[in-house]
């Protein structure tokens, strides 16, 4: 059965992008939206439209800088969504924090990426934080989202070392890497049913399990 998946961007985009290469199934009919107009993302995302005939995926954008008010924004951007009706919603370098009538509206299918071991690192900046905190492990982390920024249960988290020599774009690539292999992971799992999110817990199949502890990869219950 076909599954609606809704990617929100604001930048570069590069999930956004890994996750519309990979071909993850051909039953996936996807929206894109950006809240910024300058996003490389959108612009990425507008020529891949423009150059093919059909791609099964919508694109809009939601400038967030024409809304004084955070909840004005939220709203104009549950309404696009709830016109598109998507199973998930993955926030992929979404740079805005959503209210809770928003994230109240969406949880169970709304989902984000952070660049670092949750609950270590919360908010921005987190690889130059890893740095400053000389830390040995950094890295990446899936989860669903509730109304705590960076705070709703882990999917799944990626480890990378902290090299003494790095700087933070070292780091940051570094973990990028392995941002673009759990991403598109999580959302073949969603779109499977092998992870779920029913009775307000996560549930998956021991594939997914598997598939962590072969690739090295961690779950919460691994
Ligand atoms: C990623 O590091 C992601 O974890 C964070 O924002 C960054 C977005 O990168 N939430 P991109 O726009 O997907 O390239």
């Given amino acids: ?4 998946v809704a990617l929100l961007i604001s930048g570069r985009g590069s999930n956004m992008r890994v996750i519309l290469e990979k071909n ?10 950006a809240n910024r107009a300058d996003s490389a993302g959108l612009v990425y995302v507008h020529d891949l439209v423009h150059n093919a005939s059909e791609t099964g995926i919508q694109t809009a954008l939601i400038p967030s800088a024409d809304f004084t008010q955070g909840v004005d924004f939220d709203r104009a951007l549950q309404q696009r969504l709830d016109q598109f009706a998507p199973d998930f919603v993955l926030l992929a370098g979404f740079m805005r924090i959503l209210g809770s009538e928003f994230v109240n509206a969406f949880i169970g299918r709304l989902i984000n990426i952070h660049p670092s071991l949750l609950p270590a690192f919360p908010g921005l900046h987190t690889h130059q934080r890893a740095l400053d905190a000389r830390v040995l492990e950094h890295g990446a982390s899936v989860h669903w989202v509730t109304t705590g920024v960076d705070e709703g249960e882990v999917i799944i988290q990626a480890p990378v070392p902290v090299i003494p020599t790095d700087t933070e774009s070292d780091l940051a690539a570094r973990v990028l890497a392995q941002e673009h292999i759990i991403y598109p992971a999580v959302l073949s799992w969603l779109v499977s049913g092998a992870l779920r999110w029913d009775s307000g817990r996560m549930h998956y199949d021991d594939s997914v399990l598997l598939w962590c502890q072969n690739y090295g990869y961690r779950t919460p219950h691994a």
Avoid at 1 to 4: A, D, E, I, L, P
Avoid at 24 to 33: G, H, K, R
């Fill in 24 to 33: 993850i199934s051909a039953d996936i009919q996807f929206l894109v939206i």
């Fill in 1 to 4: 059965m076909t599954k609606r």
